[in-house]
């Protein structure tokens, strides 16, 4: 199985793409791991919010293959403690889905067609972090989970 991260737009912060680097690199001890980053709408600012949920949810959609199996982060989702998710990512591996796909939308959330893509929600927590934090948070997530997995000391419980 493969795991595709898809962003919208690029991280201006330094330590925070130096933070997903670092996870992103010991990620492919795992599984085969890509971040795929979709530009930033251009002139966001003269768009109404609804206009810019639609297009950048064109952009993910765009991007998705078929027999993916996509999974939003999104505050309304289910959470998970770091075992749990590990236990959800486990279930995954093992129904022979070829591509996971877990989808950060932008600043508004994502659109109607991107919701009926998704087989899956889940919220990192019940506060609010910048689109950005979150990329972060995930891949540690993604990361603790995998050596969770497989027995490894990284997670203490």
Known sequence: ????????????AEYIRSGVAEYEKRLGKYLPYEMKVLPDLKNSRNLTEAVQKEREGEAIIEQLQAGDHVVLLDERGESYTSVGFSEFLAQKILSGIRRLVFVIGGPYGFSDEVYRQGRAK?????????????RM??????????TILWGEP????
């Not at 948070?137 to 995998?146: G, H, K, P, S, T």
């Not at 990284?154 to 419980?157: E, L, M, P, Q, S």
């Open 1 to 12: 199985m493969k795991i595709c991260l898809l962003v919208i737009g690029k991280t201006d």
């Open 122 to 134: 889940i919220a990192l927590s019940r506060m609010t972090f910048s689109h950005q934090m979150v």
């Open 137 to 146: 948070i995930f891949v540690e997530q993604l990361y603790r989970a995998l």
């Open 154 to 157: 990284y997670h203490h419980r």
